[in-house]
């Protein structure tokens, strides 16, 4: 019994510890976390790969983790962290995938309407097309981030070279844009960091953006299950993900008054910089 007191409390620490790292939001991975974008084909690891993090009770692999919040090892090839938590109580939220001519412009509005600010993580291809979009999100004050030229999924299994060309790209098409706009973040799509993804985002100033609550929108679920995922899955601090572009928004954007009301009452929200 003794020896066995004697596991409990070694796993138990072990948890604490674990618990504090992911409490000061250096949660290790983030390579297991599934977004997809613009027309891309869902990642192989969609359908929930063992051991993500989970946050959506839909898409559990089927109790094949004790603890949601079990550290994952890093990927081969150095340390991967990202920024998953805001740093205080209170709650940020990010658009992925734009700018999109129908999608942005009302979630932009909305915005505006509820008087909170958000990150864009473009897709360079979106803003080559679309600038106006970008001025827009810059005149009223959010945040941006690259999220790739083309939403490559790929793009960090790639050379050093290719991944800093392609991000390069994007930020020179966001500052056409925008001269001289600031690039806070980079997010990889789909959540697939690469260590190498991580040390060329870093290079060019932008800090790796991830994320702790992901209601899967862009798999179109109701407007409902959009709100009561991301209140179910909010914890202080936490970086909600959306997406306002890669397809219809609808129910995204229906959520979103009564989910960032609820969120603003229970936490505040505030603007990553
Ligand atoms: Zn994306």
Redesign the pocket.
Known sequence: MTHRAAIVSALVVLALLVGGRWALGRGPVETLLV????G?PAAPSTSAPPGTPSPSPSTSPGGGTPSPKAPKPPAAGGSIETRRLTGSKKIALTF??GPHPTWTPKVLDMLRKVGVKATF?L?GTEVHQYPALVQRIVREGHTLCN?TWH?ELDLGTKPEAEIRANLDATNREIRRAVPGAKITFF?H??GMWTAAAIKVARELGMTPLGWDVDPLD?KKPSAEAIRTRVINQARPGSIVLL?D??GDRAATLAACPSLVGELKRKYGIVLLR
Request: charge should be negative; proline fraction near 11%; include cysteine.
């Open positions: 977004e997809t974008g613009p891309m992925d995938d993580c897709v999220h939403h997010r799509p789909g862009w997406h572009g890669g």
